[in-house]
C-alpha cells in the first residue's frame, strides 16, 4: 500500500469511527439506529486494524530491501 493511500485510508477509517462513536451514547439500546451505530464501530476497528497492520508490514519489508541493497552494492 502507498504511504498515501495508507494515510487516506487511516484518516477515513478514524473519522467513520469517531462519527459513529459519537452519538452512541444517546442513543436507546436495542433500537435499530443503535445496532447499526455498533456495526459501524466494529466494521471501522476492524478496517483500522487491517490499515495499521498493512502499513506496518509494509515498512517491514521495505526495511528489509533497503538493507539488501545496501548488502549488495558494498
Known amino acids: 500500500m502507498a504511504p498515501v493511500v495508507g494515510r ?3 484518516n477515513i477509517g478514524v473519522s ?3 462519527l459513529s462513536l459519537i452519538p ?9 439506529e443503535f445496532i447499526v451505530d455498533v456495526i ?9 486494524v487491517f490499515v495499521v497492520w ?3 508490514r509494509q ?3 521495505s526495511g528489509r530491501g533497503r538493507k539488501r ?3 549488495q552494492q558494498e
Open 8 to 10: 487516506i485510508a487511516f
Open 16 to 18: 467513520v469511527l469517531i
Open 24 to 32: 452512541l451514547p444517546f442513543l436507546p439500546v436495542g433500537s435499530p
Open 40 to 48: 459501524a464501530v466494529g466494521a471501522s476497528t476492524i478496517f483500522l
Open 54 to 56: 498493512d502499513v506496518r
Open 59 to 61: 515498512a517491514r519489508l
Open 69 to 71: 541493497d545496501k548488502g
